[in-house]
Protein backbone atom coordinates (compact mmCIF):
# COMPACT_ATOMS: atom_id res chain seq x y z
CA UNK A 1 0.00 0.00 0.00
CA UNK A 2 1.47 2.94 -1.39
CA UNK A 3 1.15 5.52 1.49
CA UNK A 4 2.63 9.29 3.22
CA UNK A 5 2.84 9.66 6.32
CA UNK A 6 3.55 13.34 8.27
CA UNK A 7 4.24 14.15 11.95
CA UNK A 8 5.76 16.56 13.77
CA UNK A 9 2.72 19.27 14.03
CA UNK A 10 1.23 21.31 16.56
CA UNK A 11 0.82 24.58 18.48
CA UNK A 12 3.76 26.69 18.52
CA UNK A 13 4.40 30.68 19.57
CA UNK A 14 5.26 33.44 17.32
CA UNK A 15 8.95 33.13 16.56
CA UNK A 16 8.76 29.21 17.47
CA UNK A 17 10.28 26.14 15.35
CA UNK A 18 8.55 23.21 14.45
CA UNK A 19 9.57 20.40 12.25
CA UNK A 20 7.98 18.62 10.18
CA UNK A 21 8.57 14.68 9.20
CA UNK A 22 7.29 12.76 6.04
CA UNK A 23 7.68 8.80 5.73
CA UNK A 24 7.02 6.89 3.14
CA UNK A 25 5.50 3.07 3.16
CA UNK A 26 5.06 0.48 0.19
CA UNK A 27 7.29 2.62 -2.43
CA UNK A 28 10.68 3.82 -2.71
CA UNK A 29 11.13 7.32 -2.52
CA UNK A 30 14.29 7.05 -4.88
CA UNK A 31 12.83 8.29 -8.35
CA UNK A 32 10.18 11.02 -6.54
CA UNK A 33 10.55 14.44 -5.80
CA UNK A 34 8.97 15.60 -2.45
CA UNK A 35 7.05 18.29 -1.61
CA UNK A 36 5.53 19.93 1.41
CA UNK A 37 1.95 22.10 0.83
CA UNK A 38 -0.39 23.45 3.10
CA UNK A 39 -3.71 24.59 3.08
CA UNK A 40 -5.26 27.45 5.75
CA UNK A 41 -8.77 27.42 6.02
CA UNK A 42 -10.56 29.20 3.49
CA UNK A 43 -7.60 29.21 0.78
CA UNK A 44 -6.38 26.93 -1.95
CA UNK A 45 -3.49 24.37 -0.82
CA UNK A 46 -0.27 25.98 -2.02
CA UNK A 47 3.47 25.02 -2.55
CA UNK A 48 5.68 25.65 -0.09
CA UNK A 49 8.62 23.37 -0.77
CA UNK A 50 9.67 21.02 -3.07
CA UNK A 51 13.12 18.95 -3.40
CA UNK A 52 14.20 17.05 -5.88
CA UNK A 53 14.77 12.86 -5.86
CA UNK A 54 18.86 13.31 -6.09
CA UNK A 55 20.33 16.20 -7.41
CA UNK A 56 19.53 18.47 -4.08
CA UNK A 57 17.20 20.77 -6.26
CA UNK A 58 15.24 22.40 -3.85
CA UNK A 59 12.46 25.27 -4.40
CA UNK A 60 10.85 27.57 -1.65
CA UNK A 61 7.62 29.97 -2.18
CA UNK A 62 8.62 33.48 -1.03
CA UNK A 63 6.62 33.49 2.16
CA UNK A 64 9.09 31.09 3.77
CA UNK A 65 12.27 31.73 1.85
CA UNK A 66 14.96 31.97 4.88
CA UNK A 67 12.93 30.41 7.19
CA UNK A 68 12.03 26.93 5.97
CA UNK A 69 14.57 23.97 5.07
CA UNK A 70 13.42 21.29 3.25
CA UNK A 71 15.47 18.03 3.10
CA UNK A 72 15.38 14.41 2.70
CA UNK A 73 17.03 10.64 4.01
CA UNK A 74 16.08 8.55 0.44
CA UNK A 75 17.66 5.45 2.58
CA UNK A 76 15.22 6.00 5.24
CA UNK A 77 12.56 7.30 2.83
CA UNK A 78 11.51 10.29 4.94
CA UNK A 79 11.63 14.21 4.22
CA UNK A 80 11.76 16.95 6.31
CA UNK A 81 10.50 20.38 7.07
CA UNK A 82 12.74 22.56 9.10
CA UNK A 83 10.26 25.67 10.07
CA UNK A 84 11.48 28.39 12.04
CA UNK A 85 10.66 31.53 12.99
CA UNK A 86 6.91 30.79 12.63
CA UNK A 87 4.37 33.42 12.33
CA UNK A 88 0.61 33.19 12.62
CA UNK A 89 0.18 33.17 8.88
CA UNK A 90 2.25 30.18 9.00
CA UNK A 91 -0.56 28.53 10.57
CA UNK A 92 -2.27 25.43 8.45
CA UNK A 93 -2.74 22.21 7.53
CA UNK A 94 0.37 21.10 6.00
CA UNK A 95 0.41 18.18 3.51
CA UNK A 96 3.50 15.70 2.20
CA UNK A 97 3.83 14.48 -1.27
CA UNK A 98 5.53 12.38 -4.06
CA UNK A 99 5.65 12.83 -7.54
CA UNK A 100 7.91 11.70 -10.23
CA UNK A 101 10.43 13.16 -10.97
CA UNK A 102 10.94 12.47 -14.47
CA UNK A 103 7.34 14.41 -14.70
CA UNK A 104 8.85 18.14 -13.75
CA UNK A 105 11.23 19.97 -12.19
CA UNK A 106 10.76 21.22 -8.56
CA UNK A 107 9.52 24.50 -9.13
CA UNK A 108 7.01 23.24 -11.30
CA UNK A 109 5.92 20.69 -8.92
CA UNK A 110 5.46 23.56 -6.06
CA UNK A 111 3.83 25.59 -8.54
CA UNK A 112 1.19 23.28 -9.93
CA UNK A 113 -2.40 22.75 -8.58
CA UNK A 114 -2.16 20.74 -6.17
CA UNK A 115 -4.67 17.85 -7.50
CA UNK A 116 -2.29 17.21 -11.12
CA UNK A 117 0.22 15.67 -7.74
CA UNK A 118 -0.06 11.71 -7.57
CA UNK A 119 0.95 10.47 -3.81
CA UNK A 120 -0.72 12.59 -0.75
CA UNK A 121 -0.22 12.29 3.44
CA UNK A 122 -2.94 12.59 5.40
CA UNK A 123 -1.83 16.19 6.79
CA UNK A 124 -0.78 17.76 10.30
CA UNK A 125 -1.89 20.74 11.25
CA UNK A 126 0.35 23.72 12.73
CA UNK A 127 -0.77 26.39 14.69
CA UNK A 128 0.96 29.27 15.31
CA UNK A 129 -0.31 31.65 17.68
CA UNK A 130 0.37 32.99 21.37
Known amino acids: QVQLMESGGGLVQPGGSLRLSCVAS????????IGWFRQAPGKEREGVSCISNSDGDTYYADSVKGRFTISRDNAKSTAFLQMNSLKPEDTAVYYCVASPARLRRVQAMCMTVWKNLEVWGQGTLVTVSS
Open 26 to 33: GFTLDYYA
